[in-house]
């Protein structure tokens, strides 16, 4: 029953268009994990892959979770380049006794004596899910759990949904926000992230749906949501969520003082020690096959090219590189904090590469809506939006400098789990049209991701360089951790006579350095940051047409210049700097350079082989 301005309106609760959606979805990514060659496709490993690739084929071959030449094997029979990224940790021998003393237990650790095994630096709880499937359809196995699991939160957020509106209405936004957003295109990642999704999202339904349903309408097999038992399984599944995520423990909060407010005590206690308790499992869990209970601490390292029992003369510790996390460090004091935390606050819900906006939008529709929509909200709904900002102020303070997830990431992939609690901040919608409005505007930011997700992968900031993305804001406070960083011939390219600096290119507008000069294409805006650590107040641009006459705009910030250019012409822009935004000791700016007509020099020259279609070159230069 749902009630509007004091008129009670029955809904119409019928599950079998949720039932036919997931249904639909599944088979459509079930067919690509039975049909797809991964090694092929994928183009090798992506982000942090290879430890997971390699932990789930550990347990579906060796029944554990060590790391032996066998398990280095086993990788190169699919990838040629090897586990690229692998994650590994020393293990540590136990010696635990009792004392005669308080606390009448001593522990204590020696590294392992055993030489000839390694073990994973990352959490087990994915790769012990996905086992199964790999144990049966060997790697495409991840990708047959990934199909089941946006099924279930497509079935999930679909009967949340048709709780409270109309069948169509629910299955639109339902199917909105699980493939209006970035989420799909981790269907092809051999990563946690659409795991800890799903995980919030089934979490989350088995604590609200008695909330919202009457349980007259309650459809067959789901009886068990409206009792007890439904915050019993999302206390395991947050705990599971938590454990494959740490930051995510804040999302057991709202079910417990939910139930607290609702004086629901046993509930209450129950659900709070089966959260402890599952995690403390879960870290005895590391503790006996590592001997630690932390997954990322200890003697952690990575490795790329070369990899440890590959070459027996060679130690493990020679060549990899170091990535022990023991702790956090977060620097309130540091000058630049406040600065990070403003800009921050923006780029997460506008930023070019990791904007809720975005990627993420049907959630943030869903937030807007609850906050717009007075007369709908339900009290529980203030806990989960509290707790969806909570992630977020979580991710731009411990992390300011990377808070969506590195230079291979699609979107944020640090929010992925955080993003599920915003399904159930949407109230109750009437309007088919309003439901539809974030699966389009969701679609124009990520269908190219979605609907290419194998190519999103590899080229994580393909997608960035047109469309509307290109009205967005780069996020200045993470320049070396943005997804164009993983072209290294288009970043951090030298130029200057009197003060060297760099310039990082956002798009292909612009080609490779020549000497210390670059051509911009022909009728295309290229989008550029300058990054210096020598003082500079202005920037110095020659621009030089070629055989056709054109048109150069250079803008920074509000500033902008146009000057026309006759066929050779050369003239000399200078462009005002402000102090900059500070970055890790240096400072940047955003320029772009927008050409008017262009040319292909092979057209005009018949000796000539080049076909490009060049617009005015440039030669940068810092001043003082």
Avoid at 216 to 242: F, N
Avoid at 449 to 473: C, D, M, S
Avoid at 484 to 508: C, L, P
Wanted: include cysteine; aromatic fraction near 14%; charge should be neutral.
């Amino acid at each position: 029953m749902t009630t509007m301005n004091d008129v009670t309106v029955r809904r119409r609760v019928d599950p079998v268009p949720g039932l036919v959606a997931a249904a639909l979805l599944f088979c459509i990514y079930a067919g690509i994990a039975v049909a797809v060659d991964f090694s092929k496709a994928s183009f090798g490993f992506q982000s942090d892959e290879a430890t997971y690739y390699m932990m789930a084929h550990s347990l579906a071959s060796d029944g554990d979770l060590a790391y032996r030449r066998d398990d280095l094997a086993r990788v190169y029979r699919e990838f040629d380049s090897g586990p690229s990224g692998v994650f590994l940790k020393r293990g540590r021998d136990l010696d635990i006794r009792t004392t005669s003393a308080f606390p009448f237990v001593s522990v204590a650790s020696t590294p392992d004596r055993d030489r000839t095994e390694l073990f994973y630096g990352k959490s087990y709880i994915y790769p012990l899910a996905a086992a199964p499937f790999v144990a049966v359809l060997g790697t495409n196995g991840f990708l047959l759990l990934h199909a089941v699991l946006l099924a279930a939160m497509l079935l999930a957020a679909y009967l949340f949904l048709n709780a409270r509106s109309s069948p169509a209405v629910s299955v639109i936004f339902a199917a909105a926000f699980v493939m209006a957003s970035v989420a799909p295109a981790y269907a092809v990642w051999i990563t946690p992230e659409l795991f800890n999704l799903s995980l919030v999202v089934l979490g989350y339904f088995c604590w609200l749906y008695k909330e919202v349903i009457d349980p007259a309408d309650a459809p067959r097999g789901t009886r068990w949501l409206l009792t007890g038992r439904s915050d019993i399984v999302a206390s395991l599944l947050l705990a599971l969520a938590t454990f494959s995520k740490p930051s995510n423990i804040l999302l057991i909060l709202p079910v417990l003082i939910w139930l607290t407010i609702r004086k629901r005590w046993a509930s209450m206690f129950a659900v709070g020690a089966l959260f402890v308790v599952t995690g403390a499992v879960l870290l005895a869990g590391n503790i006996w096959v590592t001997g630690e209970w932390n997954f990322q601490g200890g003697d952690r390292r990575t490795y790329y090219a070369t990899y440890p029992f590959e070459d027996a003369k060679v130690a493990w510790d020679d060549i990899g590189q170091d990535r022990a996390t023991d702790g956090v460090d977060i620097s309130f004091g540091s000058p630049t904090f406040s600065r990070y935390l403003a800009h921050n606050a923006v780029y997460f819900f506008v930023g070019r590469y990791s904007g809720m906006a975005a990627y993420f939008f049907p959630g943030l529709f869903a937030a807007l809506a609850f906050l717009l929509v007075r007369q709908r909200r339900r009290p529980w709904q203030w806990l989960v939006l509290g707790i969806g900002v909570a992630e977020i102020l979580l991710l731009i303070i411990w992390i300011p400098e990377n808070y969506f997830g590195g230079g291979g990431a699609v979107g944020n992939r640090y929010f992925m789990s955080a993003y599920g609690v915003f399904l159930f901040t949407l109230p109750p919608l009437e309007s088919v049209a309003a439901a539809a409005v974030p699966g389009i505007v969701g679609a124009l930011f990520t269908a190219a991701i979605v609907l290419n997700p194998f190519f999103a992968a590899v080229n994580p900031a393909e997608h960035a360089k047109q469309g509307l993305f290109r009205l967005l804001p780069v996020e200045l406070t993470a320049v070396n951790d943005l997804p164009i960083n993983t072209r290294a011939d288009r970043v951090r390219i030298w130029f200057g006579t009197e003060r060297r600096f760099q310039i990082y290119y956002f798009d292909d507008n612009a080609y490779l350095r020549e000497d210390l000069s670059f051509w911009t294409r022909g009728r295309a805006v290229a989008d550029m940051l300058v990054k210096t650590v020598e003082p500079a107040s202005r920037l110095e641009l020659v621009l030089q047409a070629g055989p056709v006459p054109t048109t150069a705009t250079v803008r920074r910030g509000w500033w902008s210049q146009r000057v026309t250019l006759a066929a050779g012409q050369i003239e000399t822009v200078n462009v005002p700097l402000d102090e900059g935004f500070p970055y890790k000791g240096t400072r940047v700016w955003r320029v772009s350079i927008a050409s008017g007509d262009g040319f292909m020099p092979a057209f005009l020259d018949p000796s000539s082989s080049d076909r490009r279609f060049l617009g005015v070159r440039v030669t940068p230069e810092l001043r003082k």
